[in-house]
C-alpha cells in the first residue's frame, strides 16, 4: 500500500504558468518532506524540504504548502519554464529515522514554450 | 555536495548469471542505499547500510545482496539474475543528522 500519493500521474503546463504537485500521506509520524526532482536519463535530486513546524516553505519560483491536520502538501511552480520538464517524487520520512525516505510514485511535469 | 559514482553504468547479464554492481562515495557519508527505479514503481529501496559492515533489508530485498566493506563502498549482488531485475538501479549515500540523500548517475541493468 503506497504510504506517499502523488497526483497528478502527469502534468502539462504552459511557460509562465503556475504547475500545482500534490502529494498526501498516512502516516502521521512522517516529519520531514522533500521533494526530488529527475530529468531524463539522469538521477534524482533534491529541490526542496520542508518539516512539519512551518506550513510554507519557499526557494525561488518553488514553494511547499503543508496541511498537517489533512496531511497533504503541494508544490507550486511560479511562472513554469521549459527547463522545469522533469519528473517531481514527494517523500517522506518518520520521526527518528530521518535516513530513510518513503518515496511517492511522482509526477511527470512537461511546461510547453 | 556528494560525490557518488556507480560501476557498470550499463551492464547485459544472462538469466542466472551473477551480477554485483559497485557504489563508491567519496563524502564519508553514513548511510548508504541502493535503490531500483522502474516505471509506474517509483523508486524502491533494496538495502541500506549504516555504515561499514551493516547491511539492512529494503522494501525489496528479495534476490539481491548487499555488501558493506568499508565507508566508502557499497555493492549490490544478484547472484542468480532474472529478466524480473532488468531495471534503473540506483545508489545514493547520506550523513547522519542530514536528510539529503546524493544519488549516483544509476546503472541500467538489462537481464536476459
Known amino acids: 500500500q503506497q504510504q506517499v500519493r502523488q497526483s497528478p500521474q502527469s502534468l502539462t503546463v504552459w511557460e509562465g504558468e503556475t504547475a500545482i504537485l500534490n502529494c498526501s500521506y498516512e502516516?502521521?509520524?512522517?516529519?520531514?518532506f522533500p521533494w526530488y526532482w529527475q530529468f531524463p536519463r539522469e538521477s534524482p535530486a533534491l529541490l526542496i524540504a520542508i518539516r512539519p513546524v512551518s506550513n510554507k516553505k519557499e526557494d525561488g519560483r518553488f514553494t511547499i504548502f503543508f496541511n498537517k491536520r489533512e496531511k497533504k502538501l503541494s508544490l507550486h511552480i511560479t511562472d513554469s519554464q521549459p527547463g522545469d520538464s522533469a519528473t517531481y517524487f514527494c517523500?517522506?520520512?518518520?520521526?527518528?529515522?530521518?535516513?530513510?525516505?518513503?518515496w511517492g510514485l511522482g509526477t511527470s511535469l512537461v511546461v510547453n514554450p | 555536495e556528494a560525490a557518488v559514482t556507480q560501476s557498470p553504468r550499463n551492464k547485459v547479464a544472462v538469466t542466472g548469471g551473477k551480477v554485483t554492481l559497485s557504489c563508491n562515495q567519496t563524502?564519508?557519508?553514513?548511510?548508504m542505499y541502493w535503490y531500483r527505479q522502474d516505471t509506474g514503481h517509483g523508486l524502491r529501496l533494496i538495502h541500506y547500510s549504516y555504515g561499514a559492515g551493516s547491511t539492512e533489508k529494503g522494501d525489496i530485498p528479495d534476490g539481491y545482496k548487499a555488501s558493506r566493506p568499508s565507508q566508502e563502498n557499497f555493492s549490490l549482488i544478484l547472484e542468480l539474475a532474472t529478466p524480473s531485475q532488468t531495471s534503473v538501479y540506483f545508489c545514493a549515500s547520506g550523513d547522519l543528522g542530514e536528510d539529503t540523500q546524493y544519488f549516483g548517475p544509476g546503472t541500467r541493468l538489462l537481464v536476459l
Open positions: 502516516d502521521s509520524t512522517f516529519d520531514y
Open positions: 563524502n564519508n557519508h553514513n548511510n
Open positions: 517523500a517522506a520520512s518518520d520521526v527518528g529515522d530521518n535516513s530513510k525516505l518513503i
